[in-house]
């Protein structure tokens, strides 16, 4: 999942008003902002197998540490501790380390059964929703709509980088969204790995376009 992660994000801005929206997206992220470095690093590993599901050609054969349930857990009570103690206070801290948990819920939903609870446990879990192409992109923009409508309500800009630098934010995550499902499988594992680094670009843009907007006024209580 692509796109629900990023709904999360922006939805999140509701529930933790105190928090920049760049804090969310590294929440809602943070499994996929670690996972491309394991991979680079060599401690975790895919393949490039079109077909793997009907929607994405990579099989992720070992993702012990970024992607089971517990390295969740972990990483979601640290990351939420952490924004809590840097000034965002208890709900903020709760909630993006929720939103930490959330990547795994949602790829729960889309993986195939790739998914341990924990690196020790052999198990995998997966509901697969990837192999049924129109309701996970159904699911998932339906989820980016809701969250994107959501934040632009709770929120409004201050100047032009807090609105055209949120609807180009915004608008490009689809594009990419749409290109990724629509062209061909990756020439190599290498190749995906350094792509998926530019997730933190979107921290940093969504960081910033976040400081150009404010609560919206008819939000505030
Ligand atoms: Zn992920």
Redo the contacts with the bound molecule.
């Keep these: 999942?692509f796109l629900g992660?990023f709904a999360v994000a922006l939805a999140a801005k509701k529930a933790a008003p105190k928090s920049s929206l760049g804090t969310m997206v590294a929440a809602c992220?943070a499994?996929?902002l670690l996972?491309p470095i394991l991979v680079l690093a060599g401690i975790e590993s895919f393949r490039i197998d079109p077909g793997n599901t009907a929607l994405t050609p990579l099989a992720f054969d070992s993702?012990p540490w970024?992607?089971s349930l517990l390295g969740t857990l972990v990483l979601g009570v640290v990351f939420g501790w952490f924004v809590a103690w840097w000034g965002g206070g208890l709900r903020s801290g709760v909630v993006a380390g929720s939103v930490v948990a959330s990547?795994?819920l949602?790829?729960y939903v889309t993986?195939r059964p790739d998914l341990q609870w924990a690196p020790w446990l052999e198990q995998r879990v997966g509901l697969g929703l990837w192999n049924a192409p129109a309701a996970a992109i159904a699911v998932e923009g339906g989820l980016y709509l809701l969250g994107a409508g959501l934040y632009v309500a709770t929120t409004r800009a201050r100047d032009r980088i807090g609105s055209v630098g949120l609807w180009a934010f915004l608008a490009l995550l689809a594009v990419l969204y749409a290109v990724n499902l629509s062209s061909p499988p990756p020439p190599n594992t290498q190749a995906v790995a350094v792509v998926a680094l530019a997730i933190w670009i979107f921290v940093a843009w969504a960081a910033w376009v976040d400081r150009h907007r404010e609560r919206s006024r008819l939000r505030r209580d």
Excluded: G, P
């Design positions: 999942m992660h992220q499994l996929d996972w993702y970024s992607h990547h795994w949602l790829d993986h």
